[in-house]
């Protein structure tokens, strides 16, 4: 019924990834309110699964989850310390030496870590900002030193190996804890794990994580039904006819829920206990319609995210990741915990 959401496999889902990086700690990632599935009703799973590292984005979310959570387990924020943030209780992954100077000053003593720019050239320090500020930062006692691939999820790239060996260079002597990893970066392998990795997409069962398990079930309510006959169109724009006597299916969700508008005429399709309806005619703001001609029995609700089309199916269908599968999911649906 509904979005659901099953915990126990993101755990399942971050142990194996743990286990795949085993010399390093292995930390959550659940920005953007767990890429969407509930950052509130899964850190607690993970805290006991084991994690105590925990990133978000911004220190509004390290906020919204600080409740959920022991006072030991460390919430990381990668925007770092932006003016105007309110970062009790939280961790700042420090990026700049503006950043740096502005911590210093307000939150002295405080944990804060640092992020360096290996070549993605999005966040954290410069290497000739670094070499100039880092005997200062490293007498503060940041509690560990991170940057971030750019292309992890092709191991092929040569922007990897570039970006390790300038994560070495800049981090050379350096004795706190190092990480670089995410759910890509894991994969890459144990050059690539250092001390702290930081699963994210992998949890929540996406690429390229291929072994992850499916968290996500999204099934959506069959409100009508209907014949049409040859020549009848179907939907907005008239963008689909039909060719024979056919029946058509209307679900109540839409791209307000996140069924992004591109899938209409993608060949993607919504599941009738596994078998296949494709979908017709243009998703609309609340509705989505698809040909269900071939069925001996309409269930009650037909599947959009299933295990027979995965959340990175849906993506490839819409020309897009899973990340924005994920993040995308609305906030109307009646969402499940499992
Ligand atoms: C989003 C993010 C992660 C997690 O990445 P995944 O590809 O989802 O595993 C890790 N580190 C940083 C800095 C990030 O921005």
Redesign the pocket.
């Known amino acids: 019924m509904g979005l659901q959401i099953d915990i126990q496999a993101i755990v399942a889902n971050w142990q194996a990834l743990a286990a795949k990086a085993p010399t390093a700690r292995a930390a959550a990632?659940v920005?953007a309110d767990g890429y969407g599935l509930g950052a509130a009703k899964i850190v607690p799973a993970l805290y006991e699964a084991g994690a105590r590292d925990f990133?978000v984005a911004l220190a509004r979310e390290g906020q919204a989850i600080r409740p959920h959570l022991p006072a030991d387990a460390r919430i990381n924020v990668?925007s770092g310390h932006m003016e105007g943030a309110d970062l009790t209780g939280l961790v700042p992954v420090i990026n700049s030496p503006e950043q740096f100077f502005r911590d210093r000053a307000m939150r002295p003593g405080k944990p804060f870590a640092i992020q360096l720019d290996s070549g993605m050239n999005r966040l954290g320090m410069e290497p000739a900002e670094w070499s100039s500020l880092r005997d200062e930062a490293l007498a503060a006692g940041p509690a560990f030193i991170m940057s971030?691939l750019a292309c992890a999820d092709e191991p092929e790239h040569p922007a990897n190996a570039m970006q390790l060996a300038a994560f070495r260079e800049m981090t050379e002597g350096v004795d706190l804890p190092l990480s670089l990893a995410?759910?890509?970066g894991i994969l890459l392998g144990k050059d690539y794990h250092f001390d702290l990795v930081?699963?994210?997409?992998?949890l929540y069962g996406g690429m390229p994580f291929a072994d992850a398990l499916p968290v996500v079930r999204l099934s959506l309510p069959v409100i009508q039904t209907r014949l049409v006959e040859p020549g009848e169109i179907v939907g907005y724009g008239a963008t689909w006819t039909s060719d024979a006597p056919r029946r058509i299916a209307t679900v109540a969700a839409g791209y307000a829920d996140g069924i992004l508008r591109i899938l209409s005429g993608s060949g993607a399709s919504l599941y009738a206990d596994g078998v296949a309806c494709p979908i017709v005619g243009r998703v609309s703001m609340d509705l989505v319609t698809a040909d269900v001609t071939h069925l001996r029995q309409l269930p009650a609700e037909l599947d959009l995210i299933c295990p027979e089309q995965p959340i990175d199916a849906v993506a490839d269908r819409a020309g897009t990741i899973g990340?924005e599968i994920l993040t995308s999911l609305g906030h109307r649906y009646e969402r499940s915990y499992l």
């Open positions: 990632v920005k990133f990668l971030h995410a759910t890509g930081r699963p994210g997409v992998g990340y």
